[in-house]
């Protein structure tokens, strides 16, 4: 159940129904196809307006869904500005009056929907608006904690963090390791089923709400926590520093696009790997002090499989750390470095 | 005007009626008694509940301070736990009616209180809740912008950063400077009757919120931005950080207090002032490349005046850089310092 007095620590009821709405592109229905490859065991089916595009999930209503046992319908899709459009109001509220639960990504609150606020608050629905949070955590207290951590630091914004997260979380799950993915962001989030969209969060709580997301936890438990923003960007790197010393990691696993040289969104060049990955363990030592660089998880999507094998070889010549496209390989080597450097 | 929309963009109307209410303890004033201090010409008079402490400026009624020109009633005493007492609230509805604002940087919002919220609605008064802010600032974009502007950074919090930053915009006032002391905590906003209580603006927006406080200006022009928190604390360094970054500092002072060897609030030490200079610069280098430390406001309050003399030249002699206490001995070597270093 969420609690709604805090409505940034979102924890879902899973599993979900996918509205893709009528978005007619993968490309605009991303946070259900995120989930898809994360979460396949969450997504039970899919909910599609006239022209909404195909993800391959049994086709349900709202009713068939909840009498499978969902517990939330996602909206899985974006609108231009982030709003919720008219057509789609219609089958948020079959949702909730089918006994499902809410749940959005957007700019736009579904709370701040009267219609949909107040049929919820009639049936006792929650809605959760996962890319909002308020200021309800303490601020930090930088004591230390037991539990292993790691946390993915990118060169830029958009550098792959969230899918480096969730590869090494596989991975070592898949070796049979206690592991938690820590949801930092909105997809993230609905990917987890729960978390707290950090960049959201109050400025003078944010290192709060990552020791609180990443709490004392088993001596062999690893908590996987999403990074955010840069170090090195202007905009973001207090959002991402705050992150950082809160979630006290024991190791960082550093995330880079290695054919982008400026970043995404500000006139800024991407920092050369040595100097970032040095000025990272310096700031990281504030909260934990033997911190250590794991492994480097290079994005590939705009590279050929020969370009990212070049660019994996020589990144790992330049850093000594191990170093994949988590997508195309896995993040297998980097928890074995993780195993090894974090005993 | 304020903006409505804008909350955490204050501007107060000028000049104040102090409210001491009934403390009597002139500590518990402390927000009066740094109005009056650094802003004697904006403090019109003060009221007094029975009881009160005498600041020694003329008593006034409401309504005697709205006909000498009063704009703003500031609540300048503290409460236990931040909330306004119930008996403080007939003299707040008693400056509305008579035509002033209310201004305040408790916990509790005066904007929350019913009743105070409905008469300054229904008479078309202003309601500050200076500790507040709400994400209505874009993101940072890190462009260069033209001015000059100095950044205080302390040791800890509680160091003297808002002081120091008074103290600098003092005597480059007083050697006919053009300067800007902005704001950035909320007795630092009551001060300057404007500016954002940074550690209340959502993270992502921390860096765009000081680029908008100091904006581009005359190249003669110095804005003289108050910092909060230090780079070396836990639970605050990413409120610092995204604070320097959005500031573009030309230079940094550093506010230290030499007695203080453990931060206050967590079980932290305190960094070794060598150590500390050279991370905030790394870090300031980022939006601002050739970013110098231009002095050292050191924090006497707990020291004889020959301790802090032999703390002046002690940390001279470490540092290399022109050292004060600002309470004491004001900031003109410092700014003599910003001058030649930032020509």
Redesign the interface.
């Known amino acids: 159940m969420a609690e709604s007095n805090q409505p940034s620590r979102h924890s879902l009821r899973q599993p979900y129904l996918l509205f893709v709405g009528d978005v007619d592109l993968l490309a605009a229905a991303k946070t259900a196809s995120g989930l898809l490859q994360w979460r396949p065991d969450a997504c039970a089916g899919q909910l599609r307006l006239p022209g909404g595009v195909d993800l391959g999930l049994p086709d349900m209503s709202p009713e068939t869904a909840a009498a499978a046992g969902v517990g939330t319908m996602v909206i899985g899709a974006v609108n231009p500005g982030g709003v919720i459009p008219p057509q789609w109001i219609p089958a948020i509220l079959e949702a909730l009056e089918a006994g499902l639960d809410v749940a959005a990504g957007l700019h736009q609150r579904l709370n701040d929907m009267p219609e949909i606020a107040q049929t919820a608050r009639r049936l006792g629905r929650q809605l959760h608006d996962v890319r909002h949070a308020d200021r309800s955590f303490p601020?930090?207290?930088?004591?230390r904690r037991p539990g292993k951590r790691v946390l993915t630091v990118g060169t830029d914004c958009v550098v792959g963090k969230k899918y480096a997260a969730l590869a090494i979380e596989q991975a070592m799950t898949a070796r049979g390791l206690s592991a938690d993915f820590r949801a930092t962001g909105q997809t993230g989030v609905l990917i987890a089923g729960g978390g707290v969209a950090?960049?959201?969060?109050?400025?003078?709580f944010?290192?709060?709400a990552a020791e609180w997301l990443s709490p004392a936890a088993a001596d062999d438990h690893w908590d996987v926590i999403e990074g955010q923003g840069s170090l090195?960007h202007?905009?973001?790197?207090?959002?991402?520093?705050?992150?950082m010393?809160?979630s006290q990691p024991d190791a960082l696993v550093i995330c880079h696009e290695p054919v982008r040289d400026r970043l995404l969104s500000?006139?800024?060049p991407v920092q050369p790997l040595d100097r970032f990955i040095e000025?990272n363990l310096?700031?990281a030592r504030?909260?934990s002090p033997d911190v250590v660089a794991a492994g480097i998880c290079l994005n590939g999507g705009r590279m050929s499989d020969v370009e990212i094998a070049e660019a994996i070889l020589r990144v790992e010549g330049e850093t000594g750390l191990p170093c994949c496209d988590p997508i195309r390989h896995g993040a297998g080597r980097i928890v074995d470095n993780l195993l090894r450097l974090v005993p």
């Open positions: 601020t930090g207290t930088g004591a950090i960049d959201a969060v109050v400025s003078d944010v290192a709060g090195f202007p905009a973001y790197a207090g959002v991402t520093l705050g992150l010393h809160g500000v006139d800024y000025a310096a700031m504030l909260t």
